[in-house]
């Protein structure tokens, strides 16, 4: 039997019971009518201090629901990649069958909660039985979280939804995928190298299609842009397989991950 990593905060193990389709919805979506999005005026420069100050509020308390919805879910595994790739698609295929082997070594499956390869992925960790979470995101042409989530989140402002994709993951997979896709790979991957994570391991899967990034990386090595070290943080396979057992063993001989007890919810904090 694999081994059961506890939670990057706590020793815990995976969460068995959480109930179906839970979610938690960190702001209140834009007004009817309202032709500007109040994100788009938040980062249009100075607002007056009242504006600012409630926006820091629900950004806090954005944080704060995310918080309390994702740190009982346990040792989570996050895959990144596309939301347009169809079902028939090899991306979408082989995304599944990663979700399927990461909740069959005893993590819990974590995607930005949409459709493509983030669906695959979610529903590959239904397939064996697994735990599968979602840190879903409002867009104009809103995204719905897919049906293969035991619990998601749905956040209106990007930096809140990486922060929880990031903060609960002892690894990250990255699908084919574009500009979203290639955002969270490079932030994982500043994080490393500023050390404000652990080196954990980032899987990029498609060599073929990652080609053109590993010879950018390439190049900025050479230029001296970055350190040989930081462009062979990133492993590159076509296998599902590989990729799992790469971060399996790195959870397990690096980090120490072992059977634990695990974080409890308190109700009278409204938790569960």
């Known amino acids: 039997m694999s081994p059961q990593p506890p939670s990057p905060n706590a020793a815990a193990d995976r969460l068995t019971d959480a109930p179906a389709a839970a979610e938690v919805t960190g702001a209140a979506r834009?007004?009817?009518?309202?032709?500007?999005?109040?994100?788009?005026?938040?980062?249009?420069?100075?607002?007056?201090?009242?504006?600012?100050?409630?926006?820091?509020a629900r950004i806090f308390w954005e944080m704060i629901s995310g918080f309390r919805a994702l740190s009982f879910v346990g040792p989570c595994v996050t895959v990144f990649g596309s939301a347009r790739f169809a079902e028939d698609h090899e991306y979408y295929k082989r995304s599944r069958a990663v979700g399927k082997l990461l909740a069959e070594a005893g993590f819990t499956v974590m995607t930005g909660g949409g459709p493509g390869v983030m669906e695959a992925a979610n529903r590959g960790a239904k397939d064996a039985g697994g735990m599968s979470v979602g840190c879903n995101i409002e867009l104009p042409h809103e995204q719905k979280p897919n049906p293969y989530l035991d619990r998601w989140v749905t956040f209106r402002h990007f930096y809140v939804r990486k922060l929880m994709l990031v903060k609960y993951s002892y690894a990250f997979i990255a699908m084919p995928g574009g500009y979203g896709t290639l955002d969270e790979i490079f932030e994982v991957a500043t994080l490393i190298q500023t050390k404000k994570i652990s080196q954990f391991p980032v899987v990029l899967i498609g060599v073929d299609y990652w080609r053109p990034l590993t010879a950018m990386l390439g190049r900025l090595v050479t230029e001296k842009t970055i350190d040989a070290v930081d462009a062979s943080a990133l492993m590159v396979t076509d296998s599902p397989e590989e990729a799992v057992r790469y971060v399996h063993e790195a959870a397990v001989a690096k980090f120490g991950l072992t059977y634990g007890p695990r974080m409890k919810p308190r109700w009278y904090l409204g938790e569960r």
């Open 30 to 56: 834009t007004l009817p009518g309202d032709e500007t999005p109040s994100e788009r005026k938040f980062l249009q420069g100075p607002q007056n201090r009242g504006s600012e100050l409630w926006r820091a």
